[in-house]
């Protein structure tokens, strides 16, 4: 996260634009760089993100406009040359991603659906970037990022997820609420319940110790009994507090499986209206039709 570059996919949209203003605090705080990308494909080919441009319209005017709109959203010292290409839109995004360290980009663009209706392509891009992926929309703000949620379920993929909360720790002074949630209903007895919340809060605890001792002074652990889904819980805190960001891994325990999200993930990114940065674990299998290319 030193010197991150920073991939913006956009369709034009002022909904898709608003991702250039998250980018843009990003590489300002980060000393970064952001790359803005538009993809587009034969009409016959069409998805829901983005849109088509007009056939009669050359790359040269596309890269014309794309650098005429984002000028109001980011300033000229952090972007990058704009880049133009075409074809399947999820796919070019993630080809692109190999050469970037986090991508950031709206639920949805000229659409307008909430993002309880990921569009195609943003949930494909969100399963197989090979950079964590910032979800924002037109109601979540990171700047100025002083509020940070994070999640861990113990498994190796969460803790991957530490290292860029760390990062933006670091940079931005934030804090970190880090929560472990376990779910009442499997539990038979209160005193077993009691004794179990009190050894995972003593794990946690020690994770902290372990794994961010050097940012101890910005973190507050906390393993949480929940009556409801670990989603809705997660859903809950975000409407408790005006955290700006919520950082997690897409794959726990379950769902290692690339076909799809951890059904938790799943659920946050579509429900909440917090910013949302998702760590995917790497990938090294091409892409291809046994992943879901239509």
């Known amino acids: 996260m030193e010197n991150p570059r920073i991939l913006v996919p956009t369709d034009l949209s002022d909904l898709s634009l608003m991702a250039f ?61 704009v880049v133009v290409r075409k074809g399947k839109p999820w796919k070019i995004i993630v080809e692109e991603s190999h050469d970037a360290d986090i991508v950031v ?19 494909r891009v969100v399963r197989f970037s090979n950079a964590p ?39 931005t002074y934030a804090h970190i609420h880090l929560v472990h949630l376990v779910n009442l209903s499997q539990f038979t007895k209160i005193s077993t319940f009691e004794d179990q919340v009190e050894a995972l809060q003593k794990r946690l605890d020690k994770w902290v110790d372990e794994h961010l001792e050097d940012i ?5 652990a906390e393993a949480l009994p929940v009556k409801s889904s ?29 076909l799809r999200l951890g059904s938790t993930a799943a659920n946050v990114l579509r429900l909440v209206k917090t910013a949302v940065l998702s760590i995917n674990p790497k990938m090294d299998d091409p892409i291809g039709k046994e992943h879901g290319e239509l």
């Open 21 to 81: 203003e998250s980018a843009n605090y990003l590489a300002d705080v980060l000393d970064g760089s952001i790359l803005p990308l538009y993809v587009y494909q034969p009409e016959k080919e069409s998805g829901s993100f983005p849109i088509t441009p007009k056939s009669t319209r050359s790359i040269p005017e596309l890269e014309k406009e794309l650098e005429s709109k984002i000028r109001d959203y980011a300033d000229d010292d952090n972007l990058e040359p």
């Open 105 to 123: 980009m709206s639920s949805h663009g000229r659409s307008g659906f909430s993002r309880l209706f990921l569009g195609s392509v943003t949930e």
């Open 133 to 171: 992926v910032l979800l924002v929309e037109k109601e979540s703000k990171i700047k100025p990022l002083s509020d940070i949620l994070l999640t861990t379920d113990f498994s190796d993929n969460s803790l991957e997820a530490f290292d860029y909360a760390r990062a933006l720790v670091k940079k």
């Open 216 to 220: 101890r002074d910005k973190v507050t």
């Open 230 to 258: 670990i989603h809705e819980a997660i859903v809950l805190l975000t409407q408790q507090k005006k955290y700006n960001l919520v950082v997690m891994s897409t794959l726990g325990h379950t769902g290692l499986n690339y």
